[in-house]
């Protein structure tokens, strides 16, 4: 009964229409001097018939639609409708099927990227624990506080809030970036002062030959979370002492390409293709046990987002080399020349500095 009231409530204009063609019809008729009571009638009659006719041919073939519509949905399937047959409900069919296809497109998103940051945050948490267990070890042994050892399991803590707190902002990227002309030396040496301490533990030195003039496009804030990965990674997998990580540019067709090089122990080429991946730590990351698989899942992300390409290259004991290209870069004068040249020398401050934190330590 409902079907057929939803029906007719659809169709009360064409009803009304068909009532007033019917009496104009006649109108003219009267007008023109025609007074045969029963051929109206007849005709009135003819019409209702015919128009009840077609309403009632259409309700059946439109029951399927109905029934539908007029049910209440238990699930998102329910709104592709089937085996409907006039043009217009067909036309809806295929729009509630496009429809629908947008919405799972959105929820398998958005549940990729819940499930992605419940894992990471699970794997961040469980990461954590670590440093603070060493650092409430090492505060319950009697004697002198082992600063050193606590200034290094607090680099740790940093190092993971600084991850969870880019992984959170990744989803803002557009809303945070801006775009402007950075000098690549100057920059690259600002983030290795940063990193120095973890470059001295390792007995790691940096290597950077680029041209103090090179002038880059991008975002400053977000590429030293690119660079500082790739320093991490780069230092963390360095078992060895007195190795380097070269940092050099050179020009390409597209633009210039900074490239950042190791001698650690490389990256297995079943795992090259699969670094970049969320939560992917290959046979490197259980060697160290402190991978989360976020941090080159994120540098690549990062790179997309900023339009710098992003390569790596690898070979199983000769080291990884790294390689992010910025478009329309240029070589001009440097505002920064003076500070260039006065931070020119990182790699002999750093082993400056390795000599004096091991004089202190014998």
Known sequence: MKKLLLFLREHTTLLIFQLFLVLFILLLYWL?????????????VMSILLTGAFLGAKFIMQRSFYNVIMRKPKQMEDALIRHVQSPEHRQTADYMRSLYGLYQNEVQTLYAAQHRHLHFMNQWVHQMKTPISVIGLLLQEDGEVDKRSIQEEIDKLQRGLDAVLVN?????FEEDMQI??????CFIQQIVTE???LFITKGVFPDIQIDEHLIVPTDAKWMKVVISQFITNAVKYTFETNKRVY???????EGFELNIRDEGIGIPASDLKRVTKAFFTGENGRISGESTGMGLYIAKEICEKLGHPLTIHSEIGRGTVVKVLFKNGETGESEDEET????????QNLRRQSDASGVERA
């Not at 045969?36 to 009135?44: K, L, Q, R």
């Not at 959170?168 to 803002?172: F, I, V």
């Not at 260039?340 to 790699?347: E, K, P, V």
């Open 32 to 44: 023109d001097g025609f007074r045969g009571y029963n051929t109206a009638i007849y005709s009135v």
């Open 195 to 197: 990193h120095k301490r």
């Open 247 to 253: 940092f050099t540019a050179e020009q390409t067709k």
């Open 340 to 347: 260039d040249r006065g931070t020119d020398g990182s790699d």
């Open 180 to 185: 402007e002309q950075v000098v690549l030396k």
């Open 168 to 172: 959170a902002r990744l989803e803002t």
